[in-house]
């Protein structure tokens, strides 16, 4: 089935667009009354609005709001970029969003997604039609070679300014041209992107690998994020996804799994959340390795 009206933007026309636009700062001092409607937005859309992620039982805890920019970090192989990309696939249905994924080829996320609808074979037809739902609403920046920071920058804003984009997915900040000891470079980049999501009114999502440690069976925190810790201290939210390897192990080693039926697959830790309530909280999930889908009970 053809999609009619797609959108192939190429380098060229992304290239240079942040000299392009007004980029000065702007000096505003104004009184208190000049607020009074963002006020109003401040309890209505902050403290208790929001988008919810597609779990019940993260509704009271956590929010997206725009704005924001959320830290999504994990040790390797703990499912950070699976859990985010579940979440971005229902939020999708109702906020046009871009994913910026320099480690997994366009059509791998894509693919990913299509088997989270809950189908680990799909038909050609079932392929289309979930193409078809999804067309407008996801775009995917398909880099060639190494990208730098500034690149993932006029990326941003042009997603944002001409796409309409509300949530962009950025992974990894490790293939942002950020050398790993480059802590101030970190900062810098960081700072831009809470400072792209305030200005632009969206909600970014950054993914960052956890440092190594000698044990990764430990509850992760956000001191964990490798690199800068000016990477959580900037950001607005910070969670981590931490995969249950004991579990596996048990399993694997011939232990009852009715004994282990209730202990979750995986936990999302939310380690800072700057607005809303405050929250800081965890939540358990479940699971299922021919879907990569994310359930709140067990199968």
Same mark, same amino acid.
């Given at each position: 089935m053809a999609i009619q009206n797609k959108v192939t933007i190429s380098e060229k026309d992304v290239s240079g667009y942040m000299q392009q636009r007004d980029n000065g700062e702007h000096l505003k001092i104004k009184s208190p009354s000049e607020y009074q409607d963002d006020i109003m937005s401040y309890f209505s859309d902050d403290v208790k609005g929001g988008i919810e992620l597609p779990f019940v039982k993260t509704q009271e805890d956590f929010r997206i709001r725009m704005g924001e920019l959320t830290i999504v970090s994990g040790y390797s192989g703990h499912g950070k970029t699976a859990w985010l990309s579940y979440c971005m696939l229902h939020l999708l249905k109702n906020h046009k969003t871009l994913i910026a994924s320099f480690e997994?080829?366009?059509?791998?996320?894509?693919?990913?997604?299509?088997?989270?609808? !809950? !189908? *680990? &074979?799909?038909?050609?037809?079932?392929? &289309?039609?979930?193409? *078809?739902?999804?067309?407008?609403?996801?775009?995917?920046?398909?880099?060639?070679?190494?990208?730098?920071? *500034?690149?993932?920058?006029?990326?941003?804003?042009?997603?944002?300014?001409?796409? !309409?984009?509300?949530?962009?997915?950025?992974? *990894?900040?490790?293939?942002?041209g950020v050398n790993e000891d480059d802590l101030n470079g970190q900062k810098s980049f960081t700072n831009k992107l809470a400072v792209a999501a305030r200005d632009l009114k969206i909600h970014i999502f950054l993914v960052a690998h956890s440092r190594k440690t000698a044990d990764e069976n430990g509850s992760p925190s956000k001191f964990d994020v490798a690199g800068s810790a000016n990477i959580t201290n900037l950001a607005d939210n910070s969670l981590s996804v931490h995969r249950n390897k004991k579990k596996e192990k048990a399993l694997m080693m011939g232990e009852d799994p009715a004994e282990w039926k209730m202990h979750p697959d995986c936990t999302v830790y939310l380690n800072k959340q700057r607005h809303g309530n405050g929250t800081e909280t965890y939540w358990g999930f479940y699971f299922c390795t021919k879907t990569f889908r994310y359930m709140e009970k067990p199968r």
């Open positions: 997994m080829l366009p059509k791998a996320t894509l693919g990913r997604m299509c088997m989270q609808t !809950n !189908n *680990s &074979d799909p038909t050609k037809a079932y392929i &289309d039609d979930f193409i *078809s739902k999804i067309e407008h609403k996801l775009y995917l920046y398909d880099a060639e070679g190494e990208t730098s920071t *500034s690149k993932v920058l006029e990326v941003v804003y042009y997603a944002a300014e001409k796409l !309409n984009v509300k949530m962009i997915v950025i992974d *990894s900040l490790m293939k942002c």
